[in-house]
């Protein structure tokens, strides 16, 4: 596609519903990043994938997200038993391998926890 | 202390101003140095990147790099309503085999017509 596309763009969850935010990159890209935006802050970084690997998670918040990329592709952030602090801005970006310090972001997913 | 900080702002400014937008940082090891805007419920948009000390410029935009001091700056000339938006400084630095992203908070620019 012609940009990083992201779904749903608005997700509510129940503390304690497990849910899933998927990321479409630019067709082509290496390079996957997962970054969380709370609101009035700068993206923080969650986890990076090169292909279907995923070489760093460390900024996976707790064991309770998960992040893959079976096929190197689409990428997946699971949140399992989500907490009102999970509530942010999930934004998902994608580079190619030699540019990897200009990514192309989505627009993001936000999710409420009530 | 973070290891980049940004004044969160927000900051308002008549249309054909010049803005000056600025971020410090702690870590020597940060290599390249970035700008993004981000518009409301949007994701953010690289602006420019700079590698060395110096000055670069796009347009209307410059961006301006003292690795000396530690200190970044994004300058904005005849500022336009349409450059009402957050702006976050971003900072690399070698990390396993790719470049690692850290954000500013970001700065709330508003230009009023």
């Known amino acids: 596609g012609a940009g990083v596309s992201q779904s749903p763009r608005y997700k509510v969850a129940k503390r304690g519903q497990d849910v899933a935010l998927r990321c479409d990159p630019i067709s082509g890209h290496v390079s996957l990043f997962w970054y969380q935006q709370a609101l009035g802050q700068g993206p923080e970084f969650l986890t990076y994938f090169q292909n279907e690997a995923q070489l760093d998670k460390s900024g996976l918040p707790s064991d309770r997200f998960f992040a893959e990329r079976p096929e190197g592709s689409v990428s997946t952030l699971k949140i399992q038993r989500t907490q009102q602090e999970d509530s942010a801005v999930y934004l998902c970006?994608?580079?190619?391998?030699?540019?990897?310090?200009?990514?192309?972001f989505g627009s993001g997913t936000r999710l409420t926890v009530v | 202390q973070k290891e980049v900080e940004q004044d969160p702002g927000p900051l308002s400014v008549p249309e054909g101003a010049i803005v000056s937008l600025n971020c410090t940082y702690s870590n020597s090891a940060f290599q390249y140095f970035m700008w993004y805007r981000q518009y409301s419920r949007k994701g953010p948009e690289l602006l420019m990147y700079?590698?060395?000390?110096g000055n670069k410029e796009d347009g209307r935009f410059t961006a301006q790099v003292d690795k000396s001091s530690k200190y970044i700056s994004l300058f904005i000339r005849d500022s336009q309503p349409s450059d009402s938006a957050t702006y976050l400084c971003a900072m690399s630095e070698s990390s396993g085999g790719y470049q690692k992203v850290t954000f500013g908070t970001g700065t709330k620019l508003q230009v009023i017509p």
């Open positions: 700079t590698y060395s000390s």
């Open positions: 970006a994608s580079s190619t391998r030699t540019a990897n310090y200009g990514y192309t």
